[in-house]
C-alpha cells in the first residue's frame, strides 16, 4: 500500500476508534492498540511531511498559547434558556407555545417538541469552513466569546474534519464537559500535590478551556456534545443585515425539524447525546423529565435537567425570542439533591460593596457530585425566619445543582444548648461598627479601607467581565494584600514581576504536610503582561470595574459612551448623570 494511502486508512480508522472511545463510550480495542495506530500514523507522517495535515489525529495537540484569548464574534447571539422548575411550569411553557402559534381561525391544541438532556459544562462555539474546523469559542457574554482553537482541537470528541458533504461554513454550537471518572482522576491529582480541589465538573472543564497549555487540556480527557447547527446565508447586499438559520438543507432535501438537524450532525461526525426524545405533546415531556429524574445518576457525567425545544424550525421563527431567551425553548431544572449535615459554626463574609452575609460552616457532606462545606444563609432575617442555630442538623441542598444552600434545621434533632444566633456588630476584618442601612436587610461595613472589601474589590475589578486580568485570582489577591504590595486598585499599575514571582503561598495535601511554594518567574511575568494589556481595555470595563454601587455592565457603558473619558464622569454632577440616558436617580447618586 502506498503510503498517501496507508495514512487516510489509519486517519480513518483512528477517527472511529475516537468516536467508539469518547463519544459512544464502547471502545472496540485496548488502548495499547490504538497507541499504536496513532505511533505508526505519526511516523509514516514524519517519514511523508508533504502528506501532513491540519486535521490529521497527529495535530490534536500544539504548542503553548502566548497570549490571552482573542475575542471573536458569534454568527448569531448565543441566548440564555428561561428555566421551569415543576411540571406546572412546563403546562405554563406549553401553554404559551401554543398560544404563539395559534391564529384568529386555527387553534394549536398539540406541539411535537424535543427533550434533550441538559449537559451541565461549557457552552461551546465551533466553526467549521469546506468541513475543517478552524475555530473554537466560548460563549462569553452571548455575543462576544474567547477564541480558544487550540484547546477545542485536543478534544477527541470533536472532529477536525466533517464527514460528507457539508455547507461551505457553519457554526456548531454544544457543550463540552468534564466525565465524572475524569473529574476524580483530576482531583485525586490536585489533592495528591497540594493543589486546591476544583468544586465540580463544570468549573473543572470551564478552568480547563481558558488554560494557555493545550497539553494539559488534553490530558484532562474532555467530552462534547453539539445540539445546534448555525448556518450563513449567502452574503447580503451591501448595508443590509440578513438574519442567519437554525439549520440548512441538506442535500437530500430541506431539514425541517430540530429532530432531523441532530441527525445531520450525527451523520457528520459530530458528538450528540444520544437520549434526545421527540415528545408529542405535554404528556410526553412530563414523562421525559420524570424518568430522567433519577436515572440521570447512572450517567457518566453530570446532568441537571432537560432542554426542551419546539421541533418544527417554521415554529420556531414564527415564535421568535425575546432579548435574553428564545420563546420556543426551555430548561427544565431537576429538583435539587438534598442531604442532611452538622451546621458547626455560623460566620460572616464581607463583600465588595461592604455587603456583610452570614454563611454556613457545614461537617462536609456529598451533595450532587461535590463535597459541600460551606453554605449561603442570605442575611440575618433569612437566619431567624429559618431559625437556624449553630449545632443543628440541617438539611442542605444545591440550588439549580449549584449554589449551596441550607434549606432548614431538622427540629426534632436540635441540640439542647443551640442558641438563637446574633449578626455581629463589628466587622470581622477591620472591627467597623455593622448595621444595616435604612430600608435594608443587608448589613455593611462602610469602611472604604476595610481588607476585605479591598479583596473582593479587587477580585471583582480583574475579573472576566471587569478588566479581565488572567491569573489575578483569588489566592494571588491575598497573597498582594498580604504582603503589603496593593492597597488601591492602582497599585496593580505599579507591580513589578519580581515582587510578583517573590510570594509564596502554602497548602495541605491530603496526608496534612503542608506544601510551601512561590508564585515564580514565569507565571509573575504572565500576570504582569495581562495587567498591561487592560490598560487597552475599553472605558466601560474599567467603570464597572470599579465597583460603583448599582452600577452594571450596561450602566458602565451608557456612561462611557455619554461622557467619553473617566475624568468627565467624576466631574459630572447629579443631574448631569440624571440627563443620561437609563441613568436614573439612584445610579446617579451612587
Known amino acids: 500500500m502506498q503510503p498517501a494511502q496507508r495514512i487516510a486508512a489509519l486517519r480513518r480508522e483512528i477517527r472511529h476508534h475516537e468516536e467508539c472511545y469518547y463519544v459512544l463510550d464502547a471502545p472496540e480495542i485496548p488502548d495499547a492498540d490504538f497507541d499504536a495506530l496513532m505511533l505508526e500514523l505519526a511516523r509514516l507522517e514524519a517519514a511523508h511531511p508533504e502528506l501532513l495535515t491540519a486535521d490529521s489525529p497527529t495535530q490534536r495537540v500544539g504548542g503553548r498559547v502566548d497570549s490571552a484569548f482573542a475575542t471573536v464574534t458569534h454568527a448569531e447571539p448565543m441566548l440564555s434558556l428561561d428555566n421551569a422548575y415543576s411540571d406546572e411550569d412546563l403546562a405554563a411553557f406549553d401553554e404559551r407555545v401554543r398560544k404563539g ?34 475555530r473554537g469559542a466560548t460563549r462569553g457574554d452571548g455575543v462576544h466569546g474567547e477564541e480558544v482553537t487550540a484547546n477545542v482541537r485536543t478534544i477527541r470528541a470533536i472532529p477536525l474534519r466533517l464527514d460528507g458533504p457539508v455547507p461551505a461554513r457553519l457554526e456548531v454550537r454544544g457543550e463540552v464537559y468534564l466525565p465524572r471518572a475524569s473529574f476524580e482522576r483530576i482531583n485525586q491529582e490536585r489533592g495528591a500535590s497540594g493543589e486546591p480541589l476544583f468544586a465540580n465538573p463544570r468549573n473543572a472543564a470551564a478552568g480547563t478551556m481558558r488554560h494557555l497549555e493545550p ?21 447580503a447586499v451591501a448595508g443590509t443585515d440578513a438574519p442567519l438559520f437554525d439549520a440548512p438543507p441538506p442535500p437530500e432535501g430541506d431539514t425541517t425539524t430540530h429532530a432531523d438537524t441532530l441527525r445531520r450532525l450525527v451523520s457528520w461526525g459530530l458528538p450528540v447525546e444520544p437520549h434526545w426524545r421527540r415528545c408529542d405533546g405535554l404528556d410526553d415531556l412530563v414523562a421525559f423529565c420524570g424518568e430522567w429524574r433519577e436515572r440521570r445518576r447512572s450517567l457518566p457525567f453530570d446532568t441537571d435537567g432537560v432542554v426542551i425545544k419546539v421541533d418544527d424550525l417554521a415554529s420556531r421563527a414564527r415564535l421568535g425570542t425575546t432579548s435574553k431567551f428564545p420563546r420556543w425553548a426551555i430548561a427544565f431544572k431537576f429538583p435539587a439533591e438534598q442531604k442532611i449535615t452538622r451546621l458547626l459554626r455560623i460566620e460572616v463574609n464581607v463583600g465588595r460593596t461592604g455587603a456583610v452575609t452570614p454563611f454556613a460552616v457545614l461537617d462536609p457532606v456529598s451533595v450532587a457530585g461535590s463535597t459541600i462545606s460551606m ?9 431567624a425566619r429559618k431559625d437556624i442555630r449553630a449545632g443543628d442538623w440541617v438539611v442542605v441542598e444545591k440550588a439549580g445543582d449549584v449554589i449551596p444552600r441550607v434549606v432548614g434545621p431538622v427540629l426534632e434533632r436540635r441540640p439542647a444548648d443551640a442558641v438563637p444566633w446574633q449578626m455581629p456588630t463589628a466587622c470581622p476584618r477591620c472591627g467597623a461598627v455593622l448595621q444595616p442601612p435604612e430600608d435594608e436587610v443587608v448589613w455593611r461595613c462602610e469602611n472604604t479601607s476595610c481588607p476585605a472589601r479591598l479583596q473582593r474589590g479587587l477580585e471583582h475589578f480583574a475579573s472576566r467581565a471587569a478588566m479581565n486580568i488572567e491569573g489575578l485570582g483569588e489566592s494571588l489577591v491575598a497573597q498582594l494584600i498580604a504582603a503589603g504590595l496593593v492597597r488601591d486598585y ?35 511575568a504572565k500576570v504582569i503582561g495581562q495587567i498591561d494589556r487592560s490598560r487597552t481595555n475599553p472605558l466601560w470595563r474599567l467603570v464597572f470595574a470599579l465597583g460603583i454601587r448599582h452600577i452594571g455592565e450596561r450602566s458602565a457603558q451608557v456612561l462611557s459612551q455619554a461622557f467619553h473619558s473617566m475624568p468627565a464622569i467624576a466631574a459630572a454632577s447629579e443631574g448631569a448623570l440624571q440627563s443620561t440616558p437609563e441613568i436614573g436617580p439612584v445610579l446617579a447618586h451612587a
Open 490 to 524: 492602582a497599585d496593580l499599575y505599579a507591580l513589578t514581576a519580581d515582587q510578583l514571582a517573590a510570594l509564596t503561598s502554602s497548602s495541605t495535601r491530603s496526608d496534612g504536610k503542608v506544601i510551601e511554594r512561590t508564585l515564580g518567574v514565569k507565571n509573575a
Open 101 to 134: 402559534l395559534s391564529t384568529a381561525t386555527e387553534t394549536v391544541e398539540r406541539v411535537t417538541y424535543v427533550a434533550e438532556l441538559k449537559i451541565d459544562g461549557l457552552s461551546m462555539a465551533l466553526t467549521y469552513e469546506d468541513g475543517l474546523l478552524v
Open 375 to 383: 453554605a449561603t444563609l442570605h442575611n440575618p432575617e433569612d437566619v
Open 215 to 235: 497539553a494539559l487540556v488534553a490530558r484532562r480527557r474532555l467530552g462534547a456534545f453539539m445540539y445546534q447547527l448555525v448556518v450563513p446565508p449567502p452574503p
